[in-house]
């Protein structure tokens, strides 16, 4: 027991000895080692801004930015292009002002049809200088870039440029709106394209009654009659002995009433040796036509000259060779005298209010008239 004790009293108090020295050196180099990990931890925690990612984590998805700080160019572009009267983006052509202020076509005629019926100068409606067809521009470069943006199909909701919509809706859409091929015998049914070979391969109609198919052809043969019947008494006219035309131009007056009303009239025009004129009136006369949204234009035919009997003539109004506006052939019927020199008014037939706009904007209106003398 003794030596025991002594020999641990002897390594303990021999610090000097080899076998010591080696196990204290250890020992230090192995807790200064896990102190300078420590240590490094801890300035590694101090530097780390929060705990590791986790590799299997999916990414985090970005801050979405307000539109109102950045919005798309094609939003931004909408708002540059746009219409300074309706605020839409131009279908066709695009006029600018002086100032460089631009109006799509529609607005830009209905500005100026405005004009003339309130016997106006027209303005523009955002800088309020003058405006007219001489002096205001279309914007071919701004055409070009409506054209280029994206805009959505009506049916299968994708995006395509401007240019090639059209054709897309018309032609290449699977959704689009399509007719049974067998409407003319009257089937109504209406759907997306890609749904017709099926609802074909199962319509009804091919399978109706001769009775059936026969009502559903007399309707097709009354309305194919009209027409016919409009051609056959323009070809009768053609026939006839006594046949004159002349160009015709329209110009604008006002009335001298307190509130004064837009009138047109031609100057004196002589066909079939006889003196002629022709007035026209914006809504029958109604007192605010510009205020109204249907226009339309109504004409009568006026004899100037003397006669030593009755005129018995037909007559029509054709579009002139200069201009674009569609009118519907409509032949009227008068018997002129120096009592009955005037016709009554009747419908000058145009398609609708915007082909009325088109010639009220127009400094002039330009048509054509023929006058055939019925012979007795």
């Known amino acids: 027991m003794s030596s025991l004790e002594d020999r641990d009293v002897g390594v303990a108090a021999a610090p000097g000895s080899s076998s010591a020295g080696l196990g204290v050196g250890a020992v230090g180099a192995a807790a200064e080692a896990v102190a300078g990990v420590a240590a490094m931890q801890e300035e590694v925690g101090i530097r780390r801004e929060g705990p590791e990612p986790d590799p299997d984590e999916p990414p985090k998805k970005r801050v979405k930015i307000p539109e109102g700080e950045s919005g798309k160019l094609e939003e931004r572009l909408y708002s540059v292009l746009c ?3 309706c605020l839409d983006l131009p279908k066709a052509s695009v006029y600018q002002c002086t100032n460089g202020h631009l ?18 100068q027209a303005t523009c409606p955002n800088c309020r200088c003058e405006i007219s067809k001489n002096l205001c521009c279309r914007n071919l470069a701004v055409e070009k870039a409506v054209s280029e943006l994206p805009t959505e ?37 209406q759907g997306p394209f890609h749904e017709l070979p099926a609802h074909e391969g199962e319509c009804s109609h091919p399978t109706k009654t001769g009775t059936e198919l026969m009502g559903i052809l007399g309707e097709m043969d009354q309305n194919h009659h009209r027409d016919m019947q409009l051609y056959n008494s323009i070809f009768s006219l053609l026939c006839y002995e006594k046949i004159g ?22 100057p004196r025009f002589t ?106």
């Open 245 to 266: 035309f002349t160009e015709v131009q329209f110009r604008p007056y006002r009335t001298d009433d307190f509130i004064t009303r837009l009138y047109y009239e031609t």
């Open 271 to 376: 066909v079939l040796n006889q003196t002629w004129v022709l007035k026209a009136r914006v809504n029958d006369s109604e007192r605010n036509p510009n205020l109204s949204c249907k226009r339309t234009l109504s004409f009568q035919l006026i004899l100037k000259s003397k006669v030593n009997s009755a005129l018995e003539c037909s007559f029509l109004l054709l579009k002139g060779p200069y201009d674009d506006v569609r009118i519907k052939p409509v032949i009227h019927h008068h018997s002129f005298s120096n009592d009955a020199n005037e016709t009554d008014y009747v419908p000058l037939p145009i398609s609708d209010s915007v082909e009325c706009n088109k010639l009220l904007a127009a400094k002039n209106i330009n048509l054509r008239l023929f006058i055939f003398q019925v012979q007795k």
């Open 153 to 189: 199909c009506t049916f299968c909701l994708k995006q395509f440029p401007r240019s090639s919509l059209e054709r897309h809706q018309k032609e290449e859409c699977q959704d689009r709106v399509t007719q049974c091929k067998y409407k003319r015998i009257g089937c109504p049914w």
């Open 103 to 120: 109006m799509c076509a529609g607005c830009f005629i209905h500005l100026l049809a405005d004009s003339r019926l309130k016997e106006e």
């Open 83 to 85: 219409c300074t009267v």
